[in-house]
């Protein structure tokens, strides 16, 4: 499998809590990055790839003859893909988008919600209406897009349990067929981190925040949504490829600025400075970069790490014969460590955290990244 990853930077504001590579939206930034980017595409070998995958910043900010026109040029160089995804803001969706996006291949569209509590989405910094979400994903149903994700955020300023529950209810009252629940984190160098320093007790503590998260996992399981990863839920038949290639440790190839590839063991990372990527593709100059070969153990740390996430886990036949790993022996003491402690648990072939694991998932993953 392949995975392309599509990095569209310009937002219509920016969010306080956001420490994405992402600008303000300028039309002329935004014409001369489109040119940067096709330019970077044409670039590449004639490859087939599995999944397309838009993502921002705020995709949307581009109309959809646009995007169109972004997907045929990277079908010229990445072609077969069977699942295309983009993300969206409610607030920019135009009338006749979905049956545009449908017309261009588009089969998924991840809808960025965060919350459906008008105060919620204020401190969040969005200026979009519950009834504009509303709009959205009927419009979405009517063109009949293929998969309709939901994108929420828990752990928010001002959040109750009972405010997240309304969330939630309202969420699955909609019936899409994905929802993703991440936890808010706080960014170095964003608003909302001087916004912590002088008021930490507006913001959630590890215990208040698990308290949400068990909430979302109650719910969703009830209303028939599988966990298939630790901040995603899916119908049968609706989980995203693109992201079960990145927790397979599988490879992928970020277009754009600041954009992330994974390519023959190295890892890279396009630059973050919007000036720089532009004028670096525009003239024909590779993108400043930052690469490392992932090898041993940390590639093996890395790939147990990412398959931790995952409900299936770390299959332990699958990683021997990739990665010549035993992980029960090699990774023995942490194995047992969190197998003790009721975090992780064997089921057959595999080793998979358990479901007070998934609350301390930073913590275990963490162990392996780490062992030497
Ligand atoms: S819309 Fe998304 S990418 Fe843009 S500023 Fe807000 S959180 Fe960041």
């Known amino acids: 499998m392949l995975g392309v990853y599509v990095h569209l930077p310009f937002c219509p504001y920016l969010c306080p809590y956001c420490d994405f590579a992402k600008w303000p939206l300028r039309e002329s930034a935004a014409r ?10 044409e670039r590449e ?33 990445f072609f077969g893909a069977s699942e295309i995804s983009i993300e969206l803001n409610p607030e920019l969706v135009r009338a006749g988008d979905f049956a545009r996006y449908r017309t261009a291949g588009i089969t998924r569209v991840s809808i960025g919600v965060q919350s459906f509590e008008p ?20 419009q979405a149903r009517d063109a009949r897009l293929p998969s309709l994700s939901l994108d929420l955020i828990f752990a928010v ?10 969330t939630l209810r309202a969420a699955t009252e909609l019936e899409p067929d994905h929802i993703s629940c991440y936890g808010l984190t706080v960014e170095e160098g964003t608003p909302y981190a001087a916004w912590r320093a002088r008021e930490p007790q507006a913001f959630f503590d590890d215990e208040r925040e698990a308290e949400l998260y068990a909430i979302a996992i109650e719910k969703l399981q009830s209303a028939g949504y599988e966990q298939y990863e630790i901040s995603n839920f899916a119908r049968p038949g609706h ?31 396009h630059t973050r400075s919007l000036e720089r990527y532009a004028s670096a593709s525009l003239d024909g100059r590779a993108i400043p970069s930052e690469a490392e070969r992932l090898e041993g153990r940390q590639r093996a740390g890395e790939a147990i790490m990412l ?30 460590r969190f197998a003790d402690t009721g975090l992780l648990e064997r089921i057959g072939d595999s080793v998979r955290l358990t479901r007070r694991g998934r609350f301390l998932a930073n913590d275990v993953c963490g162990a392996f990244i780490t062992f030497e």
């Open 239 to 269: 989980r995203c490829a693109h992201n079960l290639n990145y927790w397979a440790n599988g490879e992928y190839v970020g277009l754009g600025v600041g954009a992330a590839s994974f390519r023959g063991g190295v890892r890279s990372v």
């Open 32 to 41: 001369r990055y489109l040119d940067a980017l096709y330019a970077e595409i």
């Open 119 to 138: 105060a919620e989405i204020r401190t969040l910094g969005r200026k979009h209406t519950i009834a504009q979400i509303e709009s959205v994903v009927a």
């Open 307 to 336: 398959a931790l996430r995952t409900a299936q886990g770390v299959s332990l036949r699958a990683f021997k014969e990739r990665y010549g790993i035993d992980v029960m022996a090699d990774y023995a003491p942490i194995v047992a």
């Open 157 to 166: 300023p001002g959040q109750t349990p009972d405010s997240w529950r309304r």
């Open 45 to 77: 070998p004639s490859v087939p790839a599995s999944t397309v995958y838009l993502g921002g910043g705020t995709p949307n900010a581009y109309d959809a003859e646009t995007i169109t026109q972004v997907l045929m040029r990277l079908e010229s160089r």
